[in-house]
């Protein structure tokens, strides 16, 4: 246990392998050390793995399925983000029920960053490659969602879909950390 202080205040670090606890005390709450001391069995497993998605379309597309048959068993409570691994390409949790979210989720993108503006300048890899780039920092690079009883907790017409705003975007790289 590792004390350090500052202005008048104690921060008590406890470290155990693969977790560290923290605690601050104050001279009028010594009581909380032993509260933080009682959760030390309380530790953190995460695991990470990587999977592999297949060359896919320019468009949206619900992977959630793809996603779920490569997760091991996963813990009762705990939380799963799953991150893509490219600058192309994103990841989002959107309806997945009806396809024409999907066609009107991938129009609206080409609206707002659509391809051949003259004032590009990062074209080198063809018409698409700014707009994916732009696209993919709307989307987003990764989604967390919650873990219950042994299963990844979403509403009834939610699903995950990976956007991939390349003509050509080739195999896409997911890494999934698990905490629980």
């Not at 009581?31 to 309380?42: A, E, G, K, V």
């Not at 297949?54 to 799953?82: C, Q, S, W």
């Not at 959107?94 to 080409?110: C, G, I, M, Q, T």
């Not at 919650?146 to 896409?172: A, D, H, K, S």
Request: glycine share 6%.
């Amino acid at each position: 246990m590792t004390p350090s202080t500052y202005n008048k205040l104690t921060v008590f670090y406890i470290v155990y392998p693969d977790c560290i606890f923290s605690c601050v005390c104050s001279a009028r709450t010594p009581h909380l050390l032993s509260f933080i001391i009682d959760f030390r069995y309380l530790c953190l497993m995460i695991q990470q793995l990587e999977i592999r998605l297949h060359a896919f379309k320019r468009g949206v597309h619900l992977v959630t399925r793809l996603i779920d048959e490569n997760l091991h068993e996963l813990p009762d409570k705990g939380l799963i983000n799953i991150f893509i691994k490219h600058t192309s390409a994103g990841l989002t949790i959107n309806e997945n029920a009806d396809p024409s979210v999907r066609h009107d989720l991938d129009k609206y993108f080409d609206k707002i960053a659509p391809e051949n503006e003259s004032y590009y300048r990062h074209t080198m890899e063809g018409a698409d490659d700014i707009p994916a780039h732009i696209k993919s920092m709307l989307s987003g690079s990764s989604v967390t969602i919650p873990i219950t009883n042994g299963r990844l907790n979403m509403g009834t017409w939610q699903g995950v879909y990976l956007c991939e705003f390349r003509n050509y975007g080739g195999e896409r790289k997911l890494l999934i950390t698990i905490y629980g």
